[in-house]
Nanobody, 122 residues
């Protein structure tokens, strides 16, 4: 599975961005699609995940501000990011896992994109 992210950029605090992740094949059966981020000098952290059991999971730091979704083909995953703040500045990665148990926000996904940079200025 190949994953390609897009949509990153530079915004001011309070602004919004929508990230997209296009996969080479659609998701079926057991899967999770997720977004992770890594800021300079920090560990990678899970931001949002959507799994085949119908559940979505968000990091506490983004609840109420970020929304993960997918299109009907299940090849594209989105991350709508609202009310951004400088602490959201990071490289954002799309990931997919097709194993059981479902990964949620665990940082051991099978497939990863190259990342897209998000920079939020105050």
């Amino acid at each position: 599975v190949q994953l390609v992210e897009s949509g990153g950029g530079s915004v001011q605090s309070g602004g919004s961005l929508r990230l997209s992740c296009v996969a080479s094949i659609y998701a079926s059966g057991t899967y999770c699609m997720a977004w992770f981020r890594q800021a300079p000098g920090k560990e990678r952290e899970g931001v949002a995940a959507m799994c085949s059991d119908g559940r979505t999971t968000y990091a506490d730091s983004v609840k109420g501000r970020f929304i993960i979704s997918r299109d009907n083909t299940r090849k594209t995953t989105y991350l709508q990011m609202n009310n951004l703040n400088p602490e959201d500045t990071a490289m954002y990665y799309c990931a997919r896992d097709i194993r059981w148990p479902l990964r949620g926000l665990k940082d051991d996904y099978q497939y990863w994109g190259q990342g897209t940079q998000v920079t939020v200025s105050s």
